[in-house]
Structure formats: C-alpha cells, structure tokens
C-alpha cells in the first residue's frame, strides 16, 4: 500500500474519531500484532496504577527528548503490554483516567516512531491514542494525538497538505474544551502558519502568526522552544514569497 493512500487512511480515520463521524469517508482500522506478556497482570487497576503508569510516561518522555535511540523498541513493548490493563476490572473514574493515560503513552509512542522514521507503526499509535482518548472523552488528548500525527507528515514526509488537514481537524475539536485550550491554540496556530507558507499561502500564514502571537506565551519549556523552531521555519519558508507577503509576516514580530 502506498505512503499517500495509508496518510488518507490516517486522516480518514482521524477525522471520524475527532468529529464523530465519517467526514472524510469510512475509518479504516489501523492494527500492530501484539507479542506475548509473561509478567502477570493486576487483578484489578486502582489509581495508584494509572499513576505509575503517568510516571513511567514522564520519565520515557525525558528520555524520548534526550534523543535516547532504544525508545522505539521500548515503547513498543509498554504499550502492548499496558494495552491489556483496559479490560481488567476498575471503578468507572479510574478506568477513565486509565484510558486517558494509555492515550498519552501511545502518542509518545507514535512521537518516538516518527522521529525514527518508522511511519506504519507510529501512525498505528497514534490511531490507538485517538481512540482510547475518545474514549475517556479527553479532548485534550484527541488534538495532542492528531497533531503529533501531522508533525510527521510535516517534517518526515514533505505532506503539508495532509499536515494541514489533520492540524485543521484538531482545531475543529479544540473548541470542546472547557478553557479552550490557549496553549494548544498557540501550538495549532503555528503549525497551520507552517502548513501554509508552504503550499504557498503566504497571506494567511502570516494572520495565523499574528493570531498566536496573541495569545499567552507557553509555559511548557520544551512545548515553547519547539514553536520558536516551527515559527523560524514558517519565517524562512516565506522569504521566498514577494516582499508585500514578506512585510505581512514580518509585522508579526
């Protein structure tokens, strides 16, 4: 199967768990065999669980940052295992929380899949990360999982159209939150702004910078630093545009 028609697979799919319905024709299921897991399993999943697995999660992430090279691998095997713990026996808000925190290591999964350049399996995770968040009803990790999805397809795949669409899609959803989610919002503004400038969209790439250096700067260190990269990137991007679009981004700053 082509990269092109597994990308529209993706989106396909995407699109129906984001807005509920198959807007972009029928989801195609996106499925990884799973090996064998000698360790016993709980009987029973309890918060202090959920929070184990959140920790074991924060400490891959740093190690995922640090540029760590066995994080495929790794990954591979938590997730599979940790995908068991959702049909053991929990209490309704703990097996929420579960499904919530199952979507967050399955979208560090597919980041670190990505980075190495294994597209089949890091757009399997993402499919999982999307589905377990629709699932806990966690919005917040539906656009993080999506968007970690048109990461790849922006800086691995050269498919800034694919990119855009899925960036789009998760701006669509973000209105769902409570807050509306500003650093998410900076985060979507950038990214579309680079998906723009380069399908040659220079006017509305520039209003999108405007729009997100607007906003509240991000707290998150690591979260601010890649936007600076992504806005950089846009910047150069529109250099080779006319000056009258070129004075449109730089107004920006």
């Known amino acids: 199967m082509r990269e092109t028609v597994k ?8 699109a129906a768990t984001l807005l509920g319905e198959p807007a972009l024709g029928p989801a195609v299921a996106i499925d990884q065999c799973l090996g064998r897991h000698p360790t016993p399993l709980p009987a029973r999943i309890v918060k202090a669980d959920v929070a184990a697995l959140h920790r074991l999660t924060e400490k891959l992430r740093a190690l995922g940052r640090a540029g760590h090279a066995g994080m495929p691998s790794v990954l591979r095997e938590l997730t599979a295992r940790h ?13 929420q929380l579960l499904l919530s925190q199952l979507a967050e290591l399955h979208t ?3 980041w670190c899949h990505t980075d190495a350049m294994l597209a089949d399996t890091a ?5 999982r990360a999307l589905r377990l968040a629709q699932e806990a009803g966690d919005v917040s990790a539906m656009v993080s999982a999506a968007t970690h999805a048109a ?3 922006t800086f691995h795949q050269d498919a800034p159209n694919d990119a855009l669409k899925l960036y789009q899609l998760a701006e669509m959803k973000l209105i769902d939150l409570p807050a509306g989610g500003a650093a998410q919002q900076v985060q979507l503004h950038t990214w579309i702004a680079q998906c723009l400038a380069l399908t040659g969209q220079g006017r509305a ?8 250096a607007a906003l509240p700067p991000i707290p998150d260190a690591f979260d601010a630093a890649d936007i600076e990269y992504v806005r950089s ?11 009258m679009v ?7 700053r």
């Open 83 to 95: 995908d068991l713990y959702e049909a053991l026996p929990a209490d309704d808000w703990v097996h």
């Open 108 to 110: 560090l999964a597919g």
């Open 246 to 252: 070129r004075r449109t981004w730089l107004a920006v």
């Open 151 to 153: 990461h790849g397809y």
């Open 233 to 243: 990137r846009t910047m150069l991007a529109l250099g080779g545009v006319p000056s």
């Open 7 to 14: 990308r529209r697979n993706f989106l396909a799919s995407a």
């Open 205 to 212: 790439a520039g209003e999108r910078l405007r729009r997100a």
């Open 123 to 127: 757009r399997y995770h993402y499919s």
